[in-house]
């Protein structure tokens, strides 16, 4: 390993992953541990300089606070934490004699030797969706071990505009990845037919996927690992061995449960930003790595109430008009998450002089830390009324615009 460590001991307080990013933006590797760490298992982590005590409010099930073994203590320097920046340099660099080792290369020479240990000649599954996790990690992966890497992508016919070419085009033509591409889109909306309830139509969109999925690995001889783009937030907070578990966190829809395989997460101790600086440094294009939140159920949330082919092509239109008119305004990257909807009535309009009984589309735009509260872009008007101009007139079947300004709460960020 090249990098030297800090470990901070997990006794409950918010502020441990505030805590592990600002030990980072020193230039220093930071993991989150349970404050129940052993002696031994806290020496056998590697490159450990000093340990961080972030101290909490949270109190075990038992009623008593979470506190330390002592002995794993006296392993190494400790400090005490909250504290200020002076405190934490002085400790890190001076106490602990810590180098800024913490790069984004480092961090990838570090994972594609650790991948090359880990793996050997076996080979790996990667359920591609296109998504910045799974698009570092198999960029990683390719780093890594190459063809030994199987990328499977899903289209369940529910993703943006351009998206599952864009996802051939970067993996397979620019990145030489051995891609099985699977072309889902009337097995997902046949299964979705008729259904309009959300939780049922996530339900079906993420068993289907697993389906998909199991079928193409069923395909496959030789595979011993699933690769996963499970990241740092996704298990920072799951609290402590003995403790309460603050989330609980799974991803991509039950897939380990559901397979025999060993995982393979080389991305799991890193924030979302590092993640990004990965894919950057990784040769992917930014509008892989910077691209907004989107749901794992995409449009199929988007398109409100029973899907229908006729509106969900025009959410999809109406969406990239959107995305592109962000662009061309510079608001790119600025507006946190920004994209059409369209539910299931019609309202009466005019268009070439006659009467119009179409589909309406909404525009949401909105700023948010965490996704638990957002408020709204004030948009401009005039880009709103391009905007406007241009669905109603080239997306077909669309006659009104609306802008949703409900902030969260009351609203959520999705309709569905
Ligand atoms: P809400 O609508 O709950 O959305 O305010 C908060 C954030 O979560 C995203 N979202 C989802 N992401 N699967 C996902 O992977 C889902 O089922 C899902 N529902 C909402 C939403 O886009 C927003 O960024």
């Not at 180098?99 to 599954?125: C, H, K, M, Y």
């Not at 409100?304 to 959107?322: H, K, N, P, Q, Y």
Request: charged residues 25%.
């Amino acid at each position: 390993m090249k990098q030297d460590m800090f470990v901070i001991l997990d006794q409950g307080s918010d502020e441990n992953a505030a805590l592990a990013r600002r030990v980072r933006a020193m230039g220093c590797y930071s993991e989150i541990h349970p404050h129940d760490i052993t002696r031994e298992e806290l020496a056998a982590l590697p490159g450990v300089r000093g340990v961080i005590l972030s101290h909490g409010k949270n109190t075990l099930p038992d009623g008593s606070a979470p506190v330390p073994h002592a002995d794993a203590l006296t392993l190494y320097p400790t400090l005490d934490a909250p504290c200020s920046d002076e405190a934490l340099r002085t400790f890190l660099f001076d106490t602990c004699h810590a180098s800024p080792t913490w790069t984004t290369e480092n961090f990838i020479d570090d994972a594609v030797e650790q991948l090359r240990r880990q793996i050997g000649d076996r080979r790996v599954l990667l359920a591609l969706s296109g998504g910045v996790d799974s698009s570092v990690v198999a960029a990683l992966l390719i780093r890594a071990i190459g063809d030994q890497l199987v990328c499977v992508h899903v289209n369940h016919g529910l993703l943006r505009k351009g998206e599952p070419e864009q996802v051939v085009r970067v993996f397979r033509d620019e990145l030489g990845a051995k891609l099985i591409y699977v072309d889902a889109t009337d097995r997902f909306l046949n299964k979705l037919a008729g259904v309009s309830e959300p939780e049922a139509k996530r339900k079906i969109i993420g068993a289907e996927f697993i389906d998909v999925f199991a079928e193409e690995a069923a395909k496959l001889s030789g595979i011993d690992f699933l690769a996963q783009g499970t990241i740092y937030p996704d298990i920072a907070e799951s609290g402590t061995k003995t403790g309460k578990a603050v989330k609980a966190h799974h991803n991509v829809g039950g897939l380990p449960e559901k397979f025999d395989f060993e995982l393979v997460e080389p991305l799991k101790y890193l924030f979302k930003d590092e993640v990004r600086a990965v894919g950057h440094a990784l040769g992917l294009p930014d509008s892989m790595v910077y691209r907004q939140p989107f749901p794992g159920p995409g449009l199929g949330v988007r398109c409100l109430g029973a899907i229908t082919r006729d509106r969900l092509e025009a959410v999809r239109e109406s969406d990239a008009i959107l995305r592109e008119e962000f662009a061309r305004a510079g608001l790119e990257g600025k507006v946190w998450q920004y994209f059409t909807l369209i539910p299931d009535f019609r309202s009466t309009g005019v268009k070439d002089n006659a009467r119009a009984f179409e589909w309406p589309v909404i525009i949401r735009a909105v700023n948010t830390v965490d996704a638990m509260t957002a408020t709204i872009e004030r948009l401009d008007w005039d880009l709103l009324d391009r905007i406007t101009y241009r669905i109603t007139h080239e997306v077909p079947g669309v006659n009104r615009v609306c802008y949703d300004l409900s902030p969260k709460p009351t609203g959520t960020i999705e309709w569905e």
